[in-house]
């Protein structure tokens, strides 16, 4: 019988307010954070195969270890492992089509890993639920719980700990990807160096943002936009002063760093200013590229589609 693979689609996430705590003993970072998951997206295939493995396409792949060290490929030992499986021979191939950009702060790896579970659970017949799904996959990253779930959040915690927030629109944004990515500890450790030496200027409550979210305004939301890592990946890469002026000056009502960087991340009116912004942000010469995103979308989900069937023939009017 030809095994019949599983496709999960999954999105990328900005962070409307990250509010960063002392550093703990774990070396982890206390935090306040809102996620917003966006349509930039990436799929992931699992399939039964006597060829185990991971094969990393699209965007970025060439950055992305396609070996043990691939999130997704910790994933399946891990939830092998959960499930009295063999996690040294798993027997499953994971492929990966990226369109979340690489090392960007928009959790790309931590959505693969999270896809990854969601895919297996149906492959492996495991009928595990939300909440243990989510718990494995706090083990895996900070970021990966919300990857599952989606939507808009307050974490807090590591970022592992999840409560829904109330959204009432859709929000419009436009994202600036920057040349090269940036390692997430490395801009931690930035900010607890700059901490040290001065004191930069914490976000705040995360309060008064919950509550511009359940109005559905996206000029109140842009007032409160806040990223405590912003200080941190500025400092480490100037240039993206000029990124985040460029997004203004095109029009954006606000913009913040994604995460801890380099991607930058625009707020816009509704979805015409997004394109408007985006063409004018792409011709400023400040960044790699840009794309026009909406959130908040729902977390990773099976694909209706089958990746194995072939697409049928479009028909044009
Ligand atoms: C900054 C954030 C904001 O959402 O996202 P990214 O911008 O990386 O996507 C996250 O905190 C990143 O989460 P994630 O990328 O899952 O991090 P993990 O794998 O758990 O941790 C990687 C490293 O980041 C640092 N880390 C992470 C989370 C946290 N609350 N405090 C930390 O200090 C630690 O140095 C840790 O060893
Ligand atoms: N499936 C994956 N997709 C992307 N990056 C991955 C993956 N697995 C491991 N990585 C590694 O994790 C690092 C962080 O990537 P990513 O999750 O895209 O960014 P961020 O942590 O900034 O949101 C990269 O340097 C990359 O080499």
Redesign the pocket.
């Known amino acids: 019988m030809v095994p019949t693979p599983i496709t999960v689609r999954v999105p990328a996430?900005v962070?409307l307010h990250?509010s960063?705590g002392e550093?703990?003993e774990d070396?982890?970072?206390?935090?306040v954070?809102v996620?917003q998951a966006l349509s930039l997206t990436d799929d992931v295939t699992v399939v039964g195969s006597d060829e185990p493995g991971v094969e990393v396409h699209g965007e970025g792949a060439g950055e992305v270890p396609a070996d043990g060290r691939n999130l997704a490929w910790r994933a399946v030992r891990l939830l092998a492992e959960h499930a009295g499986r063999d996690p040294e021979a798993p027997g499953v191939r994971v492929s990966m089509n990226k369109g979340i950009p690489v090392a960007?702060?928009?959790?790309g790896?931590?959505a693969d890993a999270a896809a990854t579970l969601l895919a297996l659970n149906g492959l492996w017949h495991l009928e595990l639920g939300r909440d243990e799904l989510s718990e494995i996959a706090g083990r895996?990253?900070?970021?990966?719980p919300?990857a599952l779930q989606g939507g808009t959040a307050l974490?807090t915690?590591?970022?592992?700990r999840l409560v829904p927030v109330l959204a009432r629109h859709t929000y419009h944004w436009v994202i600036a990807l920057d040349r090269d990515g940036m390692e997430?500890?490395g801009?931690?450790?930035e900010l607890d160096r700059l901490r040290a030496e001065s004191k930069p200027n914490p976000v705040g409550d995360v309060e008064p943002l919950l509550e511009a979210l359940a109005s559905g305004d996206p000029r109140q939301l842009a007032l409160l936009l806040g990223n405590d890592?912003q200080a941190a990946a500025v400092s480490l890469r100037p240039g993206l002063r000029r990124t985040l002026r460029a997004g203004v000056q095109a029009g954006a009502l606000a913009g913040i760093v994604?995460?801890?960087?380099p991607t930058c991340a625009f707020l816009c009116t509704d979805a015409d200013a997004a394109v408007k912004v985006a063409a004018e942000l792409s011709g400023a010469g400040v960044c790699r590229t840009v794309r026009v995103a909406h959130g908040p979308v729902p977390g990773a989900k099976v694909s209706e589609e089958r990746s194995d069937r072939p697409t049928p023939p479009q028909v044009h009017a």
Do not use: C, Q
Not at 157 to 160: F, Q, V
């Open positions: 996430k962070n990250l960063v550093s703990r070396g982890y970072h206390e935090l954070t996620f960007g702060g928009m959790a790896g931590s895996l990253g900070s970021d990966v919300f974490g915690g590591r970022g592992e997430t500890p801009v931690y450790g890592l994604s995460g801890s960087g």
